[in-house]
């Protein structure tokens, strides 16, 4: 390895490889559970999506032409041919000078191009309606295929499908799509001290926080975590549950062991895995640097350190977009495209040129200002997180921010 022991790669590096993994293969699954997941081919409609043009208010049904000019001051005035009901077409079309009742959703009968509100006319009694806007063809109105045109893609592969998209399958009938799978992870933590949550520490040892956090950060990125409990710190139990929790998912979390010590031996147990690479053995981040990652094949392991703040800002920075790239996201680790806010910064901020800064802050509102405030203090305290809603990035070339410069910071 460089520079003795570590292998440190700046962040950018660092992604550059996580971008080398590619997505997971694809599955399918049915629309009911297809919401958070990524189309891995394209959606083609079966069918025009309305079938026909429809309303999309409670009015009448009309030519536009017939209304051309109208308003308050000068309107028009159309005869009834009829009610269009929401059930099925009219079986009446519409002639010159001639309107339709209409509701929401109804078909536009034939001869119709548009829909005039019905807060704009006026029954006059004798089938006349007095008309007080003009309209322009297709005003109000959900034309034929606008939606989805049969034969065309309707959702592209490639994209993230949400309770709309779900609601747009649905709606054209479509019980299934394929999908890439969804990561399976699992999550290992080690070290003498840890006991577990259900055990009351003694003086010198510690629940384990990452084994919960960890799986909750694999829950909202889209994977599937599988618990190993806590493995001792020694070279044979570490070997064994790395092996394990390889052979049954894409991704392993390991939480501890990552940093140099003589307890440490993360690394050792990885290079005595058959087809293992060891990546590199730290990343020029803050916090986070002795971070870990190895592969198999497209199987990466990773050694996350072992404080708890540490653990949760690495996984929200690097873990949780990887995760979110072996299930086919599209750009997961480009910030600018992550939920944001911009803030004014409260006080200076200091960092150190050559590492990637991440530094937590508290958002509040004061005199009409979104202000970001740091919130400090050691990695091993999870009320850093608590206080927290997120965090901003210094670069790495740079000494820091002042007091009072606009910041993004990247949400929880």
């Known amino acids: 390895m460089k520079n003795g022991f570590f292998n440190v790669l700046s962040v950018t590096e660092f992604v550059d490889v996580l971008r080398t993994f590619a997505p997971l293969p694809e599955e399918s699954v049915s629309g ?43 309107p028009a005035y159309l005869e009834s041919a009829g009610v269009v009901n929401i059930e099925k077409p009219a079986s009446f079309g519409l002639c010159a000078g001639e309107c339709a009742s209409i509701v929401t959703g109804g078909i536009l009968p034939e001869g119709a191009d548009a829909v005039i509100m019905i807060e704009h006319t006026e029954e006059l009694g004798a089938g006349t309606v007095e008309m007080r806007k003009s309209l322009a063809p297709a005003d109000n109105v959900m034309l034929k295929g606008e939606d989805a045109e049969a034969g065309k893609v309707a959702l592209a592969a490639g994209t993230l499908l949400r309770p709309q998209e779900v609601g ?11 999908v890439y799978a969804r990561p399976r992870v699992g999550i290992l933590s080690t070290g003498d001290e840890l006991v577990p ?37 020694d070279i044979a139990s570490l070997e064994a549950a790395l092996r394990a929790a390889l052979e049954a998912n894409d991704v392993v979390f390991l939480s501890g062991g990552s940093s140099v010590g003589t307890r440490d031996l ?5 290079e005595r895995i058959e087809g293992m690479q ?16 190895a592969r198999c094949g497209n199987k990466a392991v990773w050694g996350l350190p072992g404080q708890v703040a540490s653990a949760q800002v690495v996984m929200f920075i690097l873990g949780v977009p990887f995760l979110r790239h072996l299930a086919g996201w599209r750009n997961p680790f480009d910030q600018s495209l992550w939920p944001a806010r911009r803030a004014v910064l409260t006080r200076n901020v200091a960092s150190k040129p050559g590492r990637e800064d991440y530094v937590r802050v508290r958002i509040d509102v004061a005199e009409g200002e979104v202000r970001a405030t740091p919130v400090t203090g050691k990695s091993g305290l999870l009320k850093t997180l608590i206080l927290s809603q997120g965090v901003i990035r210094i670069p790495s070339d740079s000494e820091g921010v002042y007091e009072g410069a606009e910041v993004d910071v990247l949400l929880f």
Not at 33 to 40: E, I, K, P, S, Y
Not at 199 to 210: A, F, I, S, T
């Open 278 to 293: 060891l990546v590199n053995h730290g990343v020029a981040i803050s916090p986070g640097k002795p971070l870990i990652l």
């Open 168 to 178: 747009l399958m649905a709606a054209l009938g479509v019980t299934d799509v394929q």
């Open 197 to 233: 949550v259900t055990q009351k520490p003694e003086v010198g040892q510690v629940r384990d926080v990452n084994s919960s956090t960890l799986a909750c950060c694999v829950a909202r990125a889209g994977g599937v975590p599988t618990q190993y409990g806590l493995v001792k710190d």
């Open 266 to 270: 993360t690394v050792a147990a990885i």
């Open 32 to 74: 009911m559970t297809a919401d958070g997941r990524v189309l891995a081919q394209d959606m083609v409609s079966p069918e025009d999506l309305p079938l026909a043009a429809r309303s999309c208010m409670d009015g009448y049904a009309l030519r536009a032409q017939d209304v051309f000019g109208a308003s308050e001051m000068n």
